[in-house]
């Protein structure tokens, strides 16, 4: 509502007749706060000084460009109510522009910290640095002023501010932050000048252009603004008299409008995911439906999308999941049923070309679970179990006939194995019979040896 209220004074100091636009705004804006000072004054609030602010915090805020940029104030004018409002102690962070005996002169890119942060790269803000305070001890000193090259960016803490010649004398000992600063690390963060910044045309305005960061839109962007500015909210307060009287209906409450708004948030980028899915820009789909669901994780429509998409592309197990859970939120989705059941369906058949056929059979039960009038997952099913029955009456008769053949084998076995206990019994009479005979043999030619010599004898003894 402020950021309204300022935008509307902005357009009105713009139309002013005096055309000094900053002078006109800034009575524009005293005389807004003078109106609500009663409202104002009772809030409790404490230093805006919030100890133990780390940088990092900063991510959580918006960062559009600043309002002077929107409202075509001078340089100059920036320039001095720059150095109006900066002090010492304040750190910032810039860059080497060049090297002089005993110092560094830079360029202050922003200021950081101390619960306020602002780009000034626009206008070239000088700094040095001298050689004495590049570090705490003596002897570092000479080295790191060797070390340091164009270029280097640093961070450091303001030690004295210069408003006439605009100069700010810059330290980088840590020694010389506050007490809540002192966990900060100064000194030298990275060879790299850091980019400009994009700044958009100056006739957007500058409420679309914030609604336009994603800082802004991040839910815990309030709490820390709150912690920033170390506001109390025990009590409910507002600046609008018609938020006084609690309690409020509970729909009324930051976490219901908050729910809401980010529900009617994600379902817009649902929509342009939708629209890329259609024109076949998978990629940018896919960010959209990933990013509305980190926004809203019970976005249904968004989860439904993503879950067809990694259907598309053959992925089910991702997109299976992405259905059941879509239905745990809203059971009765007619799309995520019927997603759900073709997604079983292509993910059966699928594995049954791959010969899992006991997990394609849950995939084709789990179809009809979801859609029981699921006609081709009903006809799939009832094929693949009269093809498993046949297949299991296959293997039996493929066993039984391995049994009958194994127990022949035996039996061919154990006759063999007897036939040649046989044959080797019978060789072995035969070779008996064989010496038995030869033995004879010899015994017969010894005894025909000598009745020839007897006769040979009788021969002789006839003759003579």
Known sequence: A???????????????PDGDISKTFEAQITAFRSQKDGIISKLPCNSLHYPGVDENTYEMFADPSWLEYHMNISRSECLERFFSFVQVGDMVEGHIECKVPSALEGVVDKLVGSGRQRCVQNLDVKCILRITELHSH???QEVLYRDFQVGDVFKG???KVDKEEEILMVSLREDQLEESLQH?????????????PLLPPRDIDFRNHLEADPGFHNPACTNNLISILGIECNNTKSLFSSAKNPPFPKEEYSDALRKDQLRKYSLEITASGVKHLKEERHKE???CFDQALDVDPENVEALVARGAQYANKKEFEE???????????????KNAKQYLAETH???????EREGSFTKAMKHYQNALEVNPDHQVAFDCKEKLRVALEKKVEEDKRKKHEQKLIKKALKKMMSENVSGRQKAKSSKKHKLKLSKKHKHKRRQQSDSDDSLSTCDETLSYEHKK
Do not use: W
């Open 184 to 196: 900060v690390k100064l000194g030298y963060k990275e060879h790299k000048r850091p980019p400009s």
């Open 138 to 140: 003596h002897s570092d």
């Open 157 to 159: 803490v303001v030690r």
């Open 285 to 287: 789909a896919k960010k």
């Open 319 to 333: 997109g299976l999941r992405d259905f059941e859970e879509a239905l745990k939120h809203n059971s009765s989705h």
């Open 345 to 351: 369906t292509a993910l059966a058949k699928k594995m």
């Open 2 to 16: 402020e950021t309204n209220k300022m935008e509307s004074l902005r357009v009105q100091a713009c139309d002013g």
